[in-house]
RNA sequence: GACCCGUUCGUCUAGCGGUCUAGGACUCCGCCCUUUCACGGCGGCAACACGGGUUCGAGUCCCGUACGGGUCGCCA
């Protein structure tokens, strides 16, 4: 049997974290048994869908390089893969219950009739559960009275305006398209005995079910979309990498049972993915240990990738991606990144003049005695230096630093803010090199012009 | 409220009856490296929810309680 998985995003929104793990899982367990990964649009809520939300969803999907073998614009011979698309399909299904005796009338809409009997859910995640639909569904719980009232079992599978209902597309389509394993949240785990109901209704065999933990926020709330780390497209506008998102996601709630904790592409992953190591209980979303999985990753990404990867952030802030001194200053940048956005702000200084400077770090400067002799001293040195390199641009700080008989840290500071505005930044040295001898002698003069005259 | 699932450091987790005075990682703190900021190296703080069983022996198995999450829609 071919494992064939499938993500069935619903285009009412974003790319939400949870899903984008799902959606991993699911192809990691499809490519890791050599398996078919199916994408299927859930659109029939037509008041919510919008294409806009379509191609936020997939393109995100394609960042992480999820790719998928059917699906849109893969196409397949299971389709259509809108379940807007899909209405015959549906109407066919419901006939057969029709057929069976299976389904009523309800005030125009139609119910499906559930079986009073147990019904037992063997997941590969959470173990087996059992439920009497009939039971558990007799009642209900009225959010606005805080009671439980009278409630129909049966449920509902069709509207009466003709639409039908999750549970019943759900189904139907997992069947139609050979899904083998329903990979997903576990917050659907308790509307799975519903779901093989109808499959045993169809006569059709059962899926293997795994249901996924939930990822929540730190203090244990529901993650929702405005919170930190939440929305896929965040990563990708704020210089995350592809692979370390994966890399999170695939770590929250999974683990290979070794210590290994960083993986550097969905192959590695793949290398050691089992559903056997998914965890049966809840994660909290910790974004610091996120941006710290993504600075390893940048610490290894090859040159090649990394400047291909930060292109488009270089670009935003004006930086040519191919002038000559980029990749040195890549290389400066990488040991201090958290994410490509950051690289930017680090290599800056060499790419314009119109420093921001920082200001609790140019009173750390000024405030200090001798400050103007320091930096006119220093503006000297460092213009008559006649070996424009990393050593001998330390000499002449060096000499500097001798010849008002101070030493060097106090030399590097100033320096430091006078040329890179701030007392943080990358390794202060290279960074002059870099920016040059001209820019780095004036800009050294007019700060002593502007803060301390 | 009923039903379902879960519970190891603040967080992600290892652990599948003795090797656990509970291991790793993030965060935080200290030290070292560094004539700067980081990076890096070393070290430290910090957990088996609680109560009963079962067993020679329980983080590991069973039951209960507490807590957390989920479902209970003509949303998906």
Same mark, same amino acid.
């Given at each position: ?45 037509? *008041? ?12 995100? #999907? ?7 073998? @059917? ?5 397949? +011979? ?9 209405? &015959? ?15 009523? +009338? ?11 009997? $147990? ?28 009671? $439980?009232? !009278? ?34 949240? !576990? +917050? ?11 499959? $045993? ?19 244990? =709330? ?26 999170? %996601? ?34 909290? /979303? ?9 600075? !390893?990753?940048?610490? *290894?990404?090859?040159?090649?990738? /990394? #400047? ?22 890549? @290389? ?8 490509? *956005? ?13 420093? @921001? ?42 000499? *500097?630093?001798? =010849? ?15 040329? %890179? ?5 990358? +390794?202060?040295?290279? %960074? ?16 002593? &012009?502007?803060?301390?005259?």
């Amino acid at each position: 049997m071919t494992v064939r998985t499938r993500f069935a995003p619903s285009p009412t929104g974003f790319l939400h974290i949870g899903g984008a793990r799902t959606a991993l899982y699911n192809w990691l367990y499809a490519r890791k048994h050599g398996g078919k990964f199916v994408i299927r649009v859930e659109d029939t809520d037509a *008041a919510r869908s919008t294409d806009a939300s379509q191609s936020i969803i997939l393109d995100g #999907l394609r960042w992480l390089g999820l790719e998928w073998d @059917e699906g849109p614009d893969a196409g397949g +011979d299971n389709g259509p893969y809108f379940q807007s698309q899909r209405h &015959e399909i549906y109407q066919a299904y419901l006939q057969k219950l029709k057929d069976s005796d299976l389904v009523y +009338d309800d005030d125009g809409a139609v119910r499906f009739r559930v079986p009073d009997k $147990e019904i037992t859910v063997n997941d590969a995640i959470c173990g087996t559960v059992t439920v009497n639909l009939k039971k558990t569904g007799s009642t209900r719980w009225d959010p606005e009275a805080k009671k $439980e009232v !009278e409630a129909n079992p049966d449920i509902v599978i069709r509207r009466p305006d003709g639409s039908f209902i999750f549970h019943f597309v759900n189904v139907v389509d997992d069947i139609e398209m050979g899904i083998t394993h329903v990979i997903r949240g !576990e +917050d659907h785990l308790s509307n799975t005995p519903k779901h093989i109901a109808l499959y $045993e209704a169809f006569g059709s065999d059962l899926p293997t079910f795994a249901h996924i933990p939930l990822n929540l926020n730190k203090d244990g =709330s529901k993650m929702s979309k405005r919170d930190q780390g939440a929305l896929i497209h965040e990563y990708i506008e704020n210089g995350f990498l592809p692979a370390a998102v994966n890399n999170y %996601m695939a770590l929250l709630g999974w683990s290979s049972g070794s210590d290994r904790e960083l993986y550097f592409s969905l192959d590695e992953i793949l290398e050691d993915f089992d559903l056997k190591g998914v965890n049966s209980s809840n994660s909290k /979303f910790d974004f610091e240990k996120c941006k710290w999985m993504n600075a !390893e990753h940048i610490k *290894a990404l090859p040159a090649d990738k /990394f #400047l291909q990867r930060s292109a488009p952030f270089l670009e935003s802030e004006g930086i040519d991606p191919k002038d000559s001194r980029v990749p040195a200053c890549l @290389e400066l940048a990488r040991e201090r990144a958290e994410t490509l *956005a950051d690289i930017t702000k680090v290599i800056l200084p060499v790419f314009t003049d119109n420093l @921001e400077y920082d200001q609790p770090s140019v009173e750390k400067v000024v405030s200090k005695d001798g400050m103007a002799e320091v930096l006119s001293t220093l503006a000297t040195h460092l213009a008559e230096c006649g070996d424009w390199t990393t050593d001998g641009i330390k000499a002449s700080i060096q000499a *500097a630093a001798e =010849s008002l008989d101070l030493k060097m840290g106090a030399f590097m500071f100033p320096c430091r803010v006078a040329t %890179m505005g701030s007392t943080a930044g990358a +390794d202060l040295v290279p %960074m002059l090199e870099l920016i040059g001898q001209d820019r780095v002698v004036s800009r050294i003069r007019d700060f002593k &012009e502007k803060y301390l005259s």
